[in-house]
C-alpha cells in the first residue's frame, strides 16, 4: 500500500526515530512509503540517506491547521495515498483534515501518556478524524480510554521497537568511543540518553550519582541529550561536586556508536503523564545492557525485574543507587542481565516485529 508518516515536531528524538526505523522496516515488508517533516528536519535528512522519499512540509501553529491539511490532501490524492499516519499533536490535526474527501484513512500514533483532547478541534479529530490509534503501552490506551473517551475498539498498542548491530560493530564501537572519551578498561560506565526536561527526571539522578560515587569512585555517567534544563543541571552538578563522573555530551546523532561504550543503563523518568515508552531503553536492551530505571507509564515492560535489571519507584535517589550498585558490584550479574535484556529485545521489541505490528492496523483502518 502507498503510506505517508507525519511528524511535525523541531526536534530528533524518539518519536522521530521511531517514524524512521518504521519507515524503513515497511518498505522492507514491500510498501510504499514516504516521511513528511518540516523542511531541513533531520528526520527528512536520514530519510533521504536510507532512500527513503520525503515530503517537506511547513507545520506551523494552531491557526494554520486547514491550509497544512489542505497541502497534505493534495499529497494523499497525488500519490494515491492508502494510509496517512501521524506522529505528534500538530500533525495529528492536520492529518485528520488532510484524510477529509479522500479514500485515505488516518493512523494516529500516540507516544506520551497524557490526554490528546484539549479543544473543540481535538475532539472532532478524535471521534470523527481517526481511523485507529497506535498506542506504545497499556498506560497509553488508558489514558486515552479513560480521559479522552476514545473506544478500546480503535486503539491498538504496539511496542516500538528497534534493530541491532552486529557484534563485531559494537565491539569496535565500544572501543572507539571509550578511547574518544579516555575512559580506562576498569571504569563502570552508566549511560543515560533523554532530553533534558523535566519528566525525564535528571535531577534525581544526579543525586543518584553523588550516592554511588561515596563507596564507588571509579563510575563515569555520560549524559546525552539536550533540553531547557541543561544550564540548571550543570549547576547541581556542581552543587553535588560530582562534575568528575558526569558529563553532558548534548544531543548526539551516533547513538549506535556509543551505546557500547556503556557498561549498563540507568533511567530516571519521574511522571507516569508523561513517559509512555522510552525508545532509548530498547536501544539499551539491543545492545544487551543491564537496565536500572524507575518504574513509570509502559517502563515496566521493558525490564525484567531482577532478570534484566531492576526497577524502582520514581523520586527517590538512594533506591536507585542501590539497585545500580547491586550490579556494579557483581560481574556475574551485568553479564547475566545484559544476555537478559537481549533476549527480551530479540523476543518482544525488535523493529520487524513492530512493522508487522503496525501493517496489520493499517488493514483493520482500510477495512473500517
Known amino acids: 500500500m502507498n503510506i505517508l508518516l507525519t511528524n511535525a515536531t523541531q526536534i530528533f528524538a524518539g518519536g522521530e526515530d521511531y517514524v524512521l526505523i518504521l519507515a ?159 575512559v580506562s578498561p576498569d571504569t563502570i560506565v552508566v549511560g543515560n540518553v533523554a532530553r533534558l526536561t523535566a519528566f525525564k527526571g535528571h535531577k534525581y539522578l544526579l543525586q543518584t550519582v553523588a550516592e554511588v560515587v561515596k563507596t564507588l569512585p571509579n563510575v563515569l555517567f555520560p549524559m546525552i541529550g539536550d533540553g531547557e534544563l541543561m544550564d540548571e543541571l550543570q549547576q547541581q552538578t556542581k552543587s553535588l561536586n560530582i562534575e568528575k563522573h558526569v558529563r553532558f555530551l548534548g544531543f548526539q546523532d551516533n547513538l549506535n556508536e556509543l551505546y557500547p561504550a556503556f557498561d549498563m543503563y540507568c533511567h530516571s523518568s519521574v511522571e507516569l503523564a508523561a513517559e509512555a515508552f522510552p525508545l532509548a531503553i530498547l536501544r539499551a536492551l539491543a545492545t544487551g545492557l543491564p537496565v536500572v530505571c524507575t518504574k513509570v507509564g509502559g517502563i515496566g515492560l521493558m525490564v525484567e525485574d531482577g532478570v534484566s535489571g531492576y526497577l524502582v519507584k520514581p523520586e527517590e535517589p538512594k533506591a536507585l543507587a542501590d539497585a545500580l550498585l547491586k550490579v556494579i558490584r557483581d560481574k556475574s550479574l551485568v553479564n547475566s542481565m545484559g544476555r537478559a535484556s537481549f533476549e527480551l529485545f530479540k523476543i518482544k521489541f525488535h523493529a520487524s516485529a513492530m512493522a508487522e505490528k503496525v501493517e496489520q492496523v493499517y488493514l483493520k483502518a482500510l477495512a473500517a
Open 24 to 182: 524503513r522496516y515497511l518498505e522492507m515488508r514491500g510498501h510504499n512509503v514516504c516521511v513528511s517533516a518540516n523542511p531541513g528536519h533531520l528526520l527528512l535528512k536520514k530519510c533521504e540517506e536510507t532512500g527513503i522519499e520525503t515530503v517537506p512540509i511547513q507545520y506551523g501553529d494552531m491557526g494554520k491547521v486547514f491550509a497544512v491539511g489542505k497541502l497534505l490532501r493534495e499529497e494523499i490524492r497525488k500519490r494515491s495515498i492508502a494510509i496517512i499516519h501521524s506522529n505528534a499533536n500538530y500533525d495529528r490535526t492536520c492529518a485528520a483534515i488532510g484524510a477529509v474527501f479522500t479514500k485515505a484513512k488516518h493512523v494516529a500514533s500516540i507516544h506520551s501518556a497524557h490526554s490528546i483532547q484539549h479543544n473543540i478541534t481535538h475532539w472532532w479529530r478524535n471521534k470523527f478524524g481517526t481511523t485507529q490509534f497506535i498506542a506504545d503501552a497499556d498506560a497509553v490506551k488508558d489514558v486515552m480510554m479513560k480521559e479522552d473517551g476514545i473506544p478500546e475498539s480503535r486503539i491498538t498498542v504496539v511496542p516500538i521497537g528497534v534493530e541491532n548491530d552486529p557484534e563485531e560493530f559494537v565491539r569496535n564501537a565500544r572501543a572507539k568511543t571509550r578511547s574518544a572519551w579516555n
